[in-house]
């Protein structure tokens, strides 16, 4: 990682690309100015955006780690914020701090046959992993992706996810929550994927990420799959300002999502899940 | 008959199910075949079948004036379709299109009905079956009502 020896001091990187994802989703692409270096990440970690004049945010980072030479966000249009970041023009400066946060759990992952849950633009902090698994593709066992979204013109990242689904053993499953008839795929909950996919469960990790209320219902028939929740690992979200553990503003029970998160194992979080106004 | 006996046999519907059990409901199956763009039940249409999907695809849908059928659900392989069948007035309050060729085994309601009527054992072993999938479909609805997407 390479972290700012300030880390409230945001760097400023020009704007090259904007990618549009959705109706309102795009992904900015950065790039370092001539002779500075560009800051590396590890999968699941996230950066805090600028906006001048308007605010900070804290968004996942959704490009390929490998890829020095540039950074890649991924916004959904939500807030001020992040409105005010989406109307960005080329070469404008985009403030960056980071990156933060615990990654997903990769290296301890090697062998285990890997399950990536995905909802909505759940999909952005997990695509760095997806870069990751393809690339050291035999370092993992069986490796599979679920995603759910609202409807088919929701669903990121179109171009890969067709790529994706033709890359031998890497099963790619995707279901929406209603389509019209130019959508062929599944219909339903992300839940309704798995008994299609091939898995041990003894020797699975799984990494989710997307609304809470489908994390919950997913860890769910995971657990009745014969899975633990030890295997389970979640990227939570809560509103950040420091982003280092000092301002208190992402806490969650004893834990702060920024500095201890974004990513979690299951049974850390999971009573803290259930517990009303965390 | 000895056919479609087998064909129960392997359907997850019938798992734990007597041989008795399955040998009296085949009485009042058959084995069909809808091509894509099939339509197997239509709104409002008396809930006369109900079906256990073998192989294909079945995309459960709601039509809304001036806009195309918006599907809610897909139905696969190993899946039960229909439950409207259950209860009065047997109308189905949705449409079911084969998306692709899809073979199922298809149950006469009233005949159904009838046994599990004459028989509560029998009844009662075809409720256990029936109720899983119908609450598992009812949260989806509550997850699809919710949006949970939409945050």
């Known amino acids: ?278 | 008959m000895k056919d479609l006996t087998e064909l129960l046999r392997q359907h997850p519907f019938t798992a734990g199910l007597d041989d008795e059990i399955i040998n009296l409901i085949a009485g009042c199956a058959s084995n069909v075949v809808f091509q894509a763009n099939d339509y197997i039940f239509r709104e409002g249409g008396n809930a006369e079948h109900f079906h256990l999907i073998r192989h294909g695809t079945v995309a459960l849908e709601m039509k809304a004036p001036g806009r195309e059928a918006l599907s809610f659900l897909t139905i696969k392989d190993g899946d039960m379709l229909g439950s409207n069948w259950l209860v009065p007035p047997y109308r189905w309050s949705f449409d079911a299109r084969a998306v692709e060729l899809t073979r199922a085994v298809a149950f006469e309601a009233t005949c159904l009905r009838t046994k599990c009527d004459a028989d509560h054992h029998v009844g009662y072993e075809m409720m256990k079956r029936f109720v899983p999938p119908l609450l598992e479909r009812l949260q989806i609805a509550r997850f699809q009502g919710a949006d949970i997407y939409s945050a």
């Open chain 1, 1 to 278: 990682m390479n972290t700012p020896l300030d880390p409230m001091m945001p760097r400023f990187l020009p704007l090259q690309r904007r990618i549009r994802e959705t109706a309102d989703v795009l992904s900015l692409v950065a790039e370092p100015l001539e002779g500075e270096e560009m800051p590396t990440f590890l999968p699941g970690q996230f950066n805090m955006l600028y906006a001048f004049g308007v605010g900070e945010v804290p968004i996942s980072i959704s490009g390929d780690p490998q890829e020095r030479g540039h950074l890649v966000h991924t916004i959904r249009d939500v807030g001020a914020v992040s409105h005010a970041l989406l109307q960005l023009k080329r070469n404008e400066p985009l403030g960056i701090r980071g990156p933060f946060g615990k990654p997903w759990p990769l290296d301890q992952a090697r062998g285990a046959d890997i399950l990536l849950i995905a909802g909505g633009i759940g999909l952005a902090p997990l695509r760095p992993v997806i870069y990751h698994l393809l690339a050291q593709r035999e370092s993992y066992g069986r490796i599979a992706l679920l995603y759910g979204a609202r409807n088919p013109a929701d669903l990121l990242y179109h171009k890969e996810l067709e790529r994706w689904r033709r890359v031998p053993d890497f099963q790619v499953r995707v279901t929406v929550d209603h389509a019209g008839r130019e959508w062929l795929g599944d219909v339903g909950v992300v839940t309704r994927l798995l008994p299609k996919i091939r898995l041990d469960p003894a020797d699975t990790v799984v990494m989710l990420c997307g609304p809470e209320i489908m994390i919950r219902f997913s860890t769910l028939a995971l657990l009745d799959m014969g899975m633990s929740t030890k295997q389970l690992y979640v990227s939570m979200e809560r509103n950040m300002k420091c982003a280092i553990g000092s301002c208190g503003h992402c806490q969650f029970g004893p834990h702060f999502i920024c500095k201890d998160g974004p990513v979690f194992r299951y049974d850390r979080v999971e009573a803290l899940l259930k517990q009303d106004e965390i």
